[in-house]
């Protein structure tokens, strides 16, 4: 079981829980959730069905461009490596 079945099974379980309970506040306390998101998961589910629920896919934030061009980046490594004495005061 992958971890984002184990969190689509335990916000089933919390959604059937606060049914079978009648009660959303203790169904959210026995299982570390606000209710806030116990409401906005209730919203999905009844739009989308128990697939509503799956955790949203997130992609990685992209790094920031480089503020120089890659030939001249390699210049200055190469420069560094082959100077490996010449600092700022040179």
Same mark, same amino acid.
């Given at each position: 079981?992958? !971890?984002?079945? #184990?969190?689509?099974?335990?916000?089933?379980?919390?959604?059937?829980?606060?049914?079978?309970?009648?009660?959303?506040?203790?169904?959210?306390?026995?299982?570390?959730m #606000?209710?806030?998101? *116990?409401?906005? !998961?209730?919203?999905? *589910?009844?739009?989308?069905?128990?697939?509503?629920?799956?955790?949203?896919?997130?992609?990685?934030?992209?790094?920031?461009?480089?503020?120089?061009?890659v030939?001249?980046?390699?210049?200055?490594?190469? *420069?560094?490596?082959?100077?490996?004495?010449?600092?700022?005061?040179?």
């Amino acid at each position: 079981m992958t !971890l984002e079945d #184990s969190i689509h099974s335990q916000r089933l379980h919390v959604l059937r829980e606060a049914i079978r309970l009648g009660n959303v506040s203790e169904a959210c306390r026995r299982h570390g959730m #606000s209710r806030t998101l *116990f409401y906005r !998961l209730r919203q999905r *589910f009844e739009q989308y069905g128990a697939d509503g629920v799956h955790p949203k896919r997130r992609q990685a934030a992209r790094g920031r461009p480089s503020a120089i061009p890659v030939q001249t980046e390699r210049r200055v490594i190469a *420069f560094a490596l082959a100077w490996p004495t010449c600092g700022p005061q040179w």
